[in-house]
């Protein structure tokens, strides 16, 4: 028989078309999350459902807690006076939040839940004994039973404080000035009464705590003010004795001196300038003496000199006359000459008469200046000394007024306390009072179910990539290809997913010769074919039992035959004789047994399998026990002669891990099908079978997916044509292509 040109080839011609990979470390890149979730959507769905009804179930079976607040506004003073309307208590630089943050403590203090405890509507509540009586949740569950009677031990009180103690909060509300106090319980009447007495007890603290220290003030102020009053005295009464030990017997006495100091700088002034004046008229007198006597200026102010002058100016012109008209010696002219010279002596006299008048006055003058600048220099000696004296005085004074403002101010304190005594203001005003609260604060079930919901998320997509990274199987030619580093030749459908009116693959392949299972098979071969370039023998192997090897075998040397290719396919299990089981040979008949000891020809062994379908050499007996089937060179040149006889040989091989003679088969071959069954076949088992077989048959091996579930494939992602199966599936509709 001819044989294509394309199917030609012999095991001269080819080489390994690559080394043997590293089995122990799978290749591939990392699946994404995505893929995962479609893979594990049943996984990641159930416990989001299991967390989901968790918490419904733990908030169903939690106590309800309420909450009740009530408001009120501090009195505080913008100085950071304190609350409670005293205006003597100040303390500086203290802001309102830390007033407010002050009083929270005192609210949340233990103090304050023993007040709120002695409350007769809180202490004697059942609701509260009952609350203390069922602090559990299983008592919760199963109901808390009758309620207990109020106890009046030192134990419940203390049981009771301390849960007084622990349910309140206190918090400013925003910026301003109000306290929002909140008490929590899991009875809402009991927690707006609880809520409510705790207003009521730290208002009444408030005026008790204001009572206390305006009486405590009282006390005090009196003391000082008596203090103070003595103090005040002592220090008046130092005043008054040195004011009569300096002379300083009115505050006006240094005013007084000043005034006279004053005047006498006004009259020493003037004075100064008199005498200044008197001795310039002086000096000026003496200086114009010196020249003549007639030039002396004062002279000429002089009336009897003026007078005298004009009686001399007569006379000069007499004399004159007389000179002219008389001799010298005239009586007459020597009398007239005796009278001018009279009158000039009388003129000298009266100008000796001014200048001495002159001396005096500037001597006056002198005299009166100094008498006026000793006069002044008492007076600043005795106001430096009164000065001296009232510094002293003037502290005296300080100290005297210092401590007078001081008693008066306390004075005025303590009237202002006493009249407060009785009418003490609790600082605080009550702005709202605590209702009753219709609706629990928790458990909160859409909180609690979307908490559940988010955890059931991140533990179902962690339990999903968990699942994923330890799962063992394969789903896709990316998982074959990642754990095994081998290639992935294809998959092969489950019939039951694709709705197959066959009964096998067998029959599926026979009745549908253009549909998806022979359709997936011839991809495989031809995968096959590409990766290893030579396939006269193909050997079908697994690594165990029952995962569809020989069905895959029947299906592939139909669809071979049905294309016009010679078929053979051997039977090489010896153990369970699957394929001749399946295709009917007949017990006892010539088989490969037969065929290898030579007691038949191979024509006379060959069995049809179906009427257009392959040959097959059936294992019509069992091999006699300790014999082997590669045993000596009968089957390798049984596997030549076949060779030159069938374009395709294939070998049913047996299990890998089962029987050593399936390793030695799959070396004989040009490439090995290696069948897997989808998602339940290990990785670590296929692994362990591949490093069984012969270093040179690896690199001509790879693995087909069996029994995929194409349905469900679609939601495991990955890039093999299976995962479009919903895209093409109409394409083989009738059985056409």
């Known amino acids: 028989m001819t044989m294509p040109q394309r199917f030609d080839r012999r095991a001269s011609d080819v080489q390994p078309v690559s080394p043997r990979p590293d089995l122990s470390t799978p290749a591939g890149e990392s699946i994404g999350l995505l893929t995962i979730l479609r893979r594990r959507i049943l996984l990641v769905t159930c416990v989001v459902a299991i967390c989901t009804m968790l918490a419904l179930i733990v908030t169903t079976a939690l106590p309800r807690r309420y909450v009740a607040e009530a408001s009120v506004a501090l009195d505080v003073d913008p100085g950071n006076a304190l609350p409670g309307g005293r205006q003597d208590q100040v303390v500086p630089g203290r802001t309102l939040e830390q007033i407010v943050q002050t009083e929270i403590q005192i609210v949340t203090s233990r103090a304050m839940a023993e007040r709120v405890f002695d409350d007769p509507a809180v202490g004697r509540d059942p609701a509260l004994a009952r609350i203390l009586d069922r602090p559990g949740t299983l008592r919760t569950l199963i109901g808390g039973g009758a309620t207990p009677a109020v106890s009046a031990s030192p134990a419940y009180r203390d049981s009771a404080i301390n849960y007084l103690q622990r349910g309140v909060q206190a918090y400013q509300q925003q910026e301003s000035a109000v306290l929002r106090i909140a008490f929590t319980t899991g009875e809402p009447a009991l927690a707006a009464q609880i809520a409510n007495a705790y ?31 003595e103090r005040a005295q002592a220090e008046f009464a130092a005043v008054q004795r040195y004011r009569i030990a300096n002379n300083l017997l009115s505050s006006a006495a240094t005013s007084l001196t000043e005034g006279e100091i004053s005047t006498y700088n006004q009259q020493v002034a003037g004075a100064r300038a008199q005498a200044s004046e008197d001795q310039a008229r002086l000096s000026a007198a003496r200086a114009q003496l010196r020249a003549g006597r007639g030039t002396v200026g004062e002279a000429a102010s002089s009336g009897v000199i003026q007078s005298l002058r004009s009686q001399r100016a007569t006379l000069s012109a007499q004399v004159a006359d007389m000179a002219s008209r008389y001799r010298a010696d005239h009586p007459d002219l020597v009398a007239a000459r005796q009278q001018v010279a009279d009158i000039d002596r009388q003129i000298d006299d009266e100008v000796d008469r001014i200048l001495k008048s002159l001396e005096a006055r500037a001597r006056t003058s002198q005299e009166r200046l100094q008498s006026l600048q000793a006069s002044r220099g008492g007076a600043r ?37 006493v009249a407060r005594t009785g009418s003490e203001r609790a600082g605080v005003r009550l702005l709202s009072a605590a209702l009753e609260p219709t609706a629990p604060v928790s458990p909160s079930l859409p909180l609690n179910l979307a908490f559940g919901f988010l955890l059931g998320c991140l533990l179902g997509v962690g339990g999903a990539v968990l699942a994923e990274a330890n799962f063992p199987g394969f789903t896709t030619a990316d998982d074959v290809e990642r754990k095994l580093g081998i290639p992935a030749f294809g998959s092969i459908p489950l019939l039951k997913a694709i709705a197959s009116p066959a009964t096998s693959g067998a029959d599926a392949v026979r009745l549908q010769p253009g549909g998806l299972i022979a359709e997936s098979v011839r991809s495989v071969f031809v995968r096959a074919t590409q990766v290893a370039g030579r396939y006269g023998v193909v050997a079908l192997a697994s690594a165990l039992p029952n995962e569809g090897k020989t069905t895959m075998a029947r299906m592939l040397g139909r669809v071979l035959a049905a294309a016009g290719q010679r078929t053979l396919i051997i039977d090489c299990d010896v153990v369970q004789r699957g394929l001749s089981l399946q295709a009917g040979a007949a017990s006892g008949g010539p088989g490969l047994a037969d065929v290898l000891a030579g007691h038949v020809p191979l024509d006379d062994a060959l069995v049809a399998d179906g009427a257009a379908g392959p040959v097959i050499l059936p294992l019509t007996a069992p091999f006699p026990e300790g014999q082997r089937l590669m045993q000596g060179r009968a089957f390798p040149d049984l596997l030549e002669t076949c060779r030159g006889m069938f374009d395709i040989v294939l070998l049913d091989c047996p299990p890998i891990l089962a029987i050593a003679d399936g390793r030695e088969i799959v070396g004989l071959a040009d490439v090995t099908l290696f069948s897997v069954l989808w998602r339940k076949t290990r990785a670590a088992t296929v692994l362990a079978a591949l490093r069984l077989l012969p270093a ?9 997916l069996n029994k995929v579930d194409i349905r469900k494939r679609r939601r495991f992602g990955g890039s093999d044509a299976a995962f479009y199966y919903r895209e093409y599936h109409q394409y083989y509709q009738g059985g056409s292509r």
């Open 381 to 417: 000696a005795a106001l430096a000394g009164n000065n001296s004296a009232l510094v002293e005085l003037n502290e005296l004074q300080r100290r005297a007024d210092a401590s007078q403002s001081l008693y008066e101010t306390y004075l005025n304190r303590y009237r202002e306390a």
């Open 199 to 229: 207003a009521r007890a730290y208002s009444s603290d408030k005026v008790s705590v204001a009572a206390d220290e305006n009486q405590e003030s009282v006390a005090a102020l009196k003391t000082r003010l008596a203090e103070l009053q």
């Open 696 to 704: 040179d048959a690896v690199p001509r091996t790879g693995v087909f």
